[in-house]
């Protein structure tokens, strides 16, 4: 683990030492010995001086592990810190740590500049072989990736003046992600349901395949597959099995970020909506996918998440949410509704958020003739709502 060393001493400190040599050289030919003994331990005393400063954090390790902490807006947690000292003891040190106010520290005195960075001290020792943890208490104030831009140990001398600034020159891979705040948003209508898929509704005309309810007798048409062969032949003639009746709905969230030649005012309004949908589909089983207009490496020039369910998508959605900025570089919108509709990736129901102009909203009406249910996120003050598009005459 690298650090960068910056001395700050008594500029007397080396004077002092040339003059003690001088002093001890006179002092033993005039034979003044008590003389010779007062100056020889002032010689050790900036020997030693010099010798800890030029040692002292030399086998200070911290140990930079990549960890990732997840929390809500008011979360509170503990970011822990762990060091290993090999070499000379640190004694009444301060470790100065530094990152965006993402987060705040709870309990702990801290100063916040005009970058919006909060700075945040603490008391540091650790013995020779030993390894010591320090925590943070912090708590989530805002949506966004909380990194350690700066981290700062401040050793004093042990006995007299100077100090030693160790700054650490390696980025610190422990981060902070808290994830937006979820804006209530009123659903009117139910969302269209399509297709084959596990969400129960006793009066659909799709089925579940994969949870059987028993058996009926064999109409004509049935397909050969669905035959239930040990009920045949335990009844003696053809039965059909019953599959319990179900429906899928899944939607496309689909984000604009772009307004005019920048990035959208409305960003933190759009991120906290989308979150209290995301939520939604987590709790209610509803499959969904994400896109969002910003660049991205992979198979889309666009940043996609494909269709899933559970948990593990809305945390995948909600960690993109939480990273969005204004210095992201987006892609015309119009592109990325031209791919989804070219590869046949729009799902019943499109939940769009985001400006929109005269290219996007031909496009929507060509999507919502492919029968696809377009709805639009509406801002409010205290809530949102999802309403149909109007489709342009």
């Given at each position: 683990m690298k650090w960068n060393r910056v001395v700050v001493d008594d500029r007397y400190h080396d004077f002092?030492?040339?003059?003690?040599?001088?002093?001890?050289?006179?002092?033993?030919?005039?034979?003044?010995?008590t003389a010779l003994t007062v100056f020889a331990v002032c010689f050790i005393y900036f020997r030693f001086h010099h010798y800890y400063f030029k040692q002292v954090g030399r086998k200070l390790r911290f140990k930079n592990t990549i960890q990732r902490t997840r929390l809500n807006v008011e979360d509170q947690e503990k970011w822990k810190?762990?060091?290993?000292?090999?070499?000379?003891?640190?004694?009444?040190?301060?470790?100065?740590?530094?990152?965006?106010n993402i987060v705040e520290p709870?309990?702990?005195?801290?100063?916040?500049?005009?970058?919006?960075?909060?700075?945040?001290?603490?008391?540091?020792?650790?013995?020779?072989?030993?390894?010591?943890?320090?925590?943070?208490?912090?708590?989530?104030?805002?949506?966004?990736?909380?990194?350690?831009?700066?981290?700062?140990?401040?050793?004093?001398?042990?006995?007299?003046?100077?100090?030693l600034n160790l700054t650490l020159a390696q980025p610190v891979h422990s981060t902070i992600l808290v994830f937006p705040k979820a804006k209530p948003v009123v659903i009117g209508n139910e969302t269209r349901a399509l297709g084959d898929g596990d969400l129960p509704i006793q009066t659909s005309l799709y089925q579940n395949r994969?949870?059987?309810v028993g058996t009926r007798d064999y109409i004509y048409g049935d397909q050969f597959k669905d035959i239930h062969w040990k009920a045949s032949a335990r009844m003696q003639t053809l039965q059909t099995k019953v599959f319990a009746p179900s429906t899928k709905k899944e939607w496309l969230i689909s984000l604009n970020l772009t307004e005019?030649?920048?990035?959208?005012?409305?960003?933190?309004?759009?991120?906290?909506?989308?979150?209290?949908l995301i939520h939604k589909a987590v709790k209610d089983d509803i499959h969904f996918s994400l896109v969002i207009n910003i660049r991205s490496q992979g198979v889309f020039?666009?940043?996609?998440?494909?269709?899933g369910n559970g948990v593990s998508q809305g945390q995948t959605a909600l960690e993109v949410l939480s990273t969005l900025s204004t210095d992201d570089t987006t892609v015309p919108y119009s592109i990325v509704l031209q791919q989804l509709h070219i590869q046949k990736l729009l799902p019943p129901t499109m939940i769009h958020g985001g400006s929109t102009t005269q290219d996007v909203e031909r496009l929507m009406q060509r999507i919502s003739f492919d029968g696809v249910e377009v709805l639009m996120i509406q801002d409010g003050e205290e809530k949102g709502a999802l309403l149909p598009w109007k489709q342009i005459s």
């Open positions: 002092s030492q040339y003059f003690s040599v001088i002093f001890i050289i006179f002092s033993f030919l005039l034979e003044y010995y810190l762990e060091f290993e000292n090999k070499g000379l003891p640190i004694f009444g040190a301060h470790l100065k740590i530094t990152f965006s709870i309990g702990l005195q801290y100063v916040v500049d005009h970058h919006d960075k909060v700075e945040v001290a603490f008391p540091f020792q650790l013995g020779r072989n030993e390894i010591g943890s320090f925590t943070i208490p912090i708590e989530g104030k805002r949506r966004g990736l909380c990194r350690i831009s700066k981290m700062e140990l401040e050793i004093p001398h042990l006995f007299g003046n100077g100090k994969f949870q059987p005019h030649y920048s990035i959208t005012r409305r960003l933190e309004d759009l991120t906290k909506e989308v979150a209290y020039p666009f940043y996609y998440l494909a269709a």
